[in-house]
Nanobody
Framework: QVQLVESGGGLVQAGGSLRLSCVAS????????MAWFRQAPGKERTFVAAIECNVGTTAIADSVKGEVTISRDNAKITAYLQMNSLKPEDTAVYYC?????????????????WGQGIQVTVSS
């Protein structure tokens, strides 16, 4: 099993920045990809960004392209989501996910391990 713990969320004004962190523990040697999803109130959980843990190849959702960067530190078994130019519509619970799969899917059900989620609130 893999345990994922997110941190770095909170309240920020529109135009501000936040960096989310996700630390993995447990059976981390088999993790191939890590990702971030988000879920706004009353909406479905949606893909934000993913990273391949070995080479570092990334995928970013079109809706946030240019605003977010995903990175990882393999020594710390940590994935990061840098978010800039935040808007009120970015307000959501952000979830970290990990996978043992061969590729980074944008589909929620393809990810086998999830963190508890962390709240990000952007005020106008």
């Amino acid at each position: 099993q893999v345990q994922l713990v997110e941190s770095g969320g909170g309240l920020v004004q529109a135009g501000g920045s936040l960096r989310l962190s996700c630390v993995a523990s447990g059976r981390t040697a088999s993790i191939t990809h890590m990702a971030w999803f988000r879920q706004a109130p009353g909406k479905e959980r949606t893909f934000v960004a993913a990273i391949e843990c070995n080479v570092g190849t990334t995928a970013i959702a079109d809706s946030v392209k240019g605003e977010v960067t995903i990175s990882r530190d393999n020594a710390k078994i940590t994935a990061y989501l840098q978010m800039n130019s935040l808007k009120p519509e970015d307000t959501a619970v952000y979830y970290c996910a990990a996978s043992y799969g061969l590729y980074a899917s944008r589909v929620v059900s393809s990810w086998s391990h999830w963190g508890q989620g962390i709240q990000v609130t952007v005020s106008s």
